[in-house]
């Protein structure tokens, strides 16, 4: 068999090869800033919020004005209700359920009450983004409260985005600086170009299947450990270490049996995940208010030695995972919290697959046998 890592024109994991063109986002290799149609993710965590990323992602670059904006939000929390009957079925899961799985559910119903399922114009397009986008929130945080052993609350229509999550999950309005902090994690996992679960959104899209479709197949791929299922993960790896000082020789231990730390690393960046800081903040300032400072302890002490010993920074998970754990929500719902953010982003990217669409049909190396006569089975 060939070295397949020497075949002309192929490289594994598809590692460097420009699969598509997009507009929506990029690395910005001066600082490795993260832009969302140029604009910079750490301005927009500082000033702007999760809807107003939303509306940027969706509509092509477009910054809202303070009209578009309240519009666009208005629209939002009018769609947060989730028919009875699809909540109703959600939460009598087994309760082992994966939360993921249930997300992926979730969006396969959405799609049998959804009258624009099958209309793949760009005005239905964008009218089930936001469908989906105010919707997923609610059944999570329904999943959440029957998981609890409490009655699901009815979305609150006059929250933000992330506000109202946290109202729907306490059944009380959330304080100001965590409604923030959740805020920005959602603004830094929006969008990330052709990652896996978008990448999987395009090549749905690219048959011309449905929108509900294309985000169903993206949540699959992102709940997957080496992609978003990597920040609960972090946290469950931060809960078994449990003291700051057992941090050292617990990872030194991995790394000699050279296990993955998940929550470092990157396929894109190379010196440093510009989202980690952001989030990183976020979660230290929840962590001065309550007092619970462990986490963040521990986690320095990991970043010094995946630094000093292998060059591997924390990607966006490893904060993420424990601002939300500072928020109080249960660890399973990390990942599904990536969806509640990236639909933002998947949806931008199935609308512009659409706008100059191609099926995306790549070929294969062969090796496999070559032509042979079959024979029969009295015969082997
Ligand atoms: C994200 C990730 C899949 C990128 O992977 P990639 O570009 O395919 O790089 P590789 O997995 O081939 O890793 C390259 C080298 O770095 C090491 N490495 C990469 N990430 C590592 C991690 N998190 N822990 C320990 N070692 C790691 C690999 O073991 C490999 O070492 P080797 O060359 O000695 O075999 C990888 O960094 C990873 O698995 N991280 C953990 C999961 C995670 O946090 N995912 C979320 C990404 S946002």
């Given amino acids: 068999m060939p070295n397949n890592k020497t075949l002309p024109n192929y490289a594994p994991g598809l590692e460097g090869v420009i699969a598509g063109v997009s507009a929506i986002s990029k690395v910005d290799p001066a600082g490795d800033e993260l832009l969302y149609y140029g604009y910079k993710v750490s301005q927009l965590c500082e000033r702007s919020s999760f809807e107003e990323v939303c509306y940027l992602l969706l509509n092509e670059g477009r910054l809202p004005d303070k009209k578009d904006l309240e519009n666009f939000r208005g629209k939002m929390s009018s769609e947060r209700n989730v028919p009875a009957e699809i909540t109703d079925y959600l939460c009598k899961m087994p309760k082992e359920a994966h939360y993921m799985d249930i997300l992926r559910s979730a969006v396969s119903l959405f799609a049998h009450f959804d009258k624009q399922t099958e209309d793949n114009s760009k005005a239905a397009e964008l009218a089930k983004s936001i469908r989906l986008l105010a919707k997923v929130p609610t059944v999570l945080a329904a999943r959440v409260r029957v998981l609890r052993g409490n009655k699901p609350v009815s979305p609150h229509q006059s929250l933000g985005h992330a506000a109202n999550f946290l109202y729907m999950v306490n059944g009380e309005e959330p304080a100001p600086d965590f409604a923030k902090a959740l805020d920005v994690s959602l603004i830094c996992y929006a969008e990330h170009g052709f990652n896996a679960s978008t990448f999987t959104a395009r090549v749905a899209a690219s048959t011309l299947t449905d929108m509900h479709s294309s985000i169903v197949g993206a949540i699959g791929a992102l709940k997957g450990p080496l992609h978003g299922g990597a920040n609960e993960k972090a946290m469950y790896m931060l809960r078994e270490i449990g003291d700051p000082a057992k941090a050292e020789k617990y990872i030194r231990d991995k790394l000699a049996k050279k296990e993955k730390i998940m929550g470092f690393g990157h396929r894109v960046y190379k010196k440093k995940d510009s989202r980690a800081p952001i989030v990183k903040k976020y979660a230290l300032k929840l962590a001065e208010k309550s007092g619970e400072k462990k986490w963040h302890e521990m986690s320095d002490i990991i970043e010094r030695v995946l630094m000093?010993?292998?060059?591997?920074?924390?990607?966006?998970?490893?904060?993420?995972?424990?601002?939300y754990y500072l928020l109080g929500l249960p660890i399973e719902v990390d990942t599904p919290l990536f969806v509640v953010s990236r639909i933002s982003g998947?949806?931008?990217?199935?609308?512009?697959?659409?706008?100059?669409?191609?099926?995306?049909?790549?070929?294969?190396?062969?090796?496999?046998?070559?032509?042979?006569?079959?024979?029969?089975?009295?015969?082997?």
């Fill in 346 to 380: 998947w949806c931008a990217h199935v609308m512009e697959q659409r706008a100059d669409n191609k099926l995306i049909r790549p070929d294969q190396h062969y090796t496999g046998p070559e032509a042979r006569e079959y024979i029969s089975i009295d015969k082997r």
């Fill in 308 to 323: 000093a010993e292998k060059k591997l920074f924390p990607n966006v998970d490893f904060p993420a995972a424990v601002l």
